[in-house]
C-alpha cells in the first residue's frame, strides 16, 4: 500500500513508549509513512500516551502549535481518558482522540485520519484555493478546511454563517466548485434580501404563462435552474415565514408546482444558505421555523470577521491593491500599514477592499503606497490608533491560558510569531528582520542555526 500521508510520532508514558515499535510498524503496515519524533514537530504528528496529566497536556499544546494543527493522540487504553481526558487533550490543541486498545485497528483508524487531513489540506492549500480565499489566520485557514471537507465528503446542505462582508459568498463557491456531483453544473444565486413579496413564488417556483398579470411567457424560476447543480441562498434569515414553509417542502420532497401550474415538477440540487443572524435565537422568537434550520445545516461553517484574523488584513489589503493596480510588486509604506492595521472594518473583508480600491486610483508610480495616497477620510493622527496589545491580543492570551498554557509557553509562541511575521515583512532577510524586531542579526542566525528560527509566514 502507498503512503497516505506522513507522520511524526512520539510517546508519553512507560507503557506507551514500550509499545512504540510495534506501532510504528503497524502504521506503515496501514499505510502511513512513519518516523519517530526527531526534535522538528513539522507536518502531522501522533503521539501515544498512557494517561492525560499536566506534562501530557503542556506536551500536547507544544507540539500541536507545530504540527500544523493536526495532532492525533493515542491513549494506550480507555483507563487512560478517566475524568474527561479527551476533552481537556482536544483543547490542549489535539484535533482528535483515539483508543489504542486494540492493536491492528486503531492504525487502521489512525492511517484512515491523517489521509483524510491529508486530502482536506492539499486541497485547502493549492494555489487556486488560496488565490480565492487569501488568508494565513489559523481560524480562516480552519475554515476553509471546513468547507473542503463539506464539499468533498458530504451531500448535505451547508449553512454558512458569519458577519456581512467576511466572505459567505466565496465560501458558497468554492462549495459549489468542489462538490464531485455539481461543479460542472449552475451555481444559482437568490439574494433573499432583494426578494419582491408578491414575485417571491415566481423566484423560486417559476410561473405559467398568463399566471398573473404581466407573465406574457412561462419563466423557469430558480428551483429549476438549479436542478443538479447548487441553489445559495444569500442572508436566508430574510424569508418571510410563509415562504420558508414552502422551501421546507422542496428541500424534503424535491417537488414543486410552477405559479398558475398544475404540474409538479422535480428537482435536486445541493443547498447552501448564508446568514448573518443567529438563526438559532431567530428561531426561539418564531421568526424562523425550527424545521427548515435543521433542514439547511446538515453542516454549518462559522467565519471569523476581519476583527478576529487581523492577522490577514495586510495580507488582503495587498492582495486588492496587487488586483486592482495590476501589479505584483505593489507594497506599502510603514505609516500606511499602522494605519491599516488600527483602523476599525464594520464592513469586514467587504470593507478593506473597498479601502483597498479607493487606495489603488490614487496610486501613481512606482515604489510602495505612501499617506498622501490613502484617502483623506482615512488620514488620523496617532490618538486615534488601537493599542496592539487590546483586543485580539488580549484575546488570544486568553484562550492559551483556558486552554492550560504556561506563561513560558504563551511567551514562547509570542517570540516566534513575531519572529515568523518580522521575517515575512521584510521578505526572509535576517538583517532587516532583526532590526525591526530589535535584535541583532546574530540573534536570529544563532535560532536558524539550532533549528528554532519560523519559517516566515506568507504574506502574498
Known sequence: MSAVADAWVTTSGGQAAARLPDALARLSEAGVKVRELDGDPAGYGVVLFDGVSDPLLETVATLARGAMGRLLTVATDRAALADRGA?????AGAADVLVGDEPGVWEQRAAARLARWRHVDDVAESPDVRERLVGESPRWRAAVRDAVEAAAFADVPVLVTGETGTGKELIARLVHSLDPARKRRELVVVDCTTIVPTLSGSEFFGHERGAFTGAVTARDGAFSRADGGTLFLDEVGELPLGLQAE???????????????????????????????????????GRFRHDLLYRIAGSTLQLPNLHDRAEDVLLLARHFLREALGNDETELDDAVRARLLAREYPGNVRDLRHLASRIAYRHVGPGPVSVGELPDEERTGEETDRDWRADGFSAAIRVAIMSGATLREIGAAATDVAIAVALAEEDGSLQRAAVRLGLTPRALQMRRASGRLPPPASVS
Open 87 to 91: 476533552w481537556r487533550l482536544l483543547r
Open 247 to 285: 422551501l421546507l417542502r422542496v428541500v424534503q420532497e424535491g417537488l414543486y408546482k410552477r405559479v398558475g401550474g398544475d404540474d409538479w415538477k422535480h428537482t435536486k440540487f445541493r443547498l447552501i444558505c448564508a446568514t448573518n443572524r443567529d438563526l438559532g435565537a431567530e428561531a426561539a422568537a
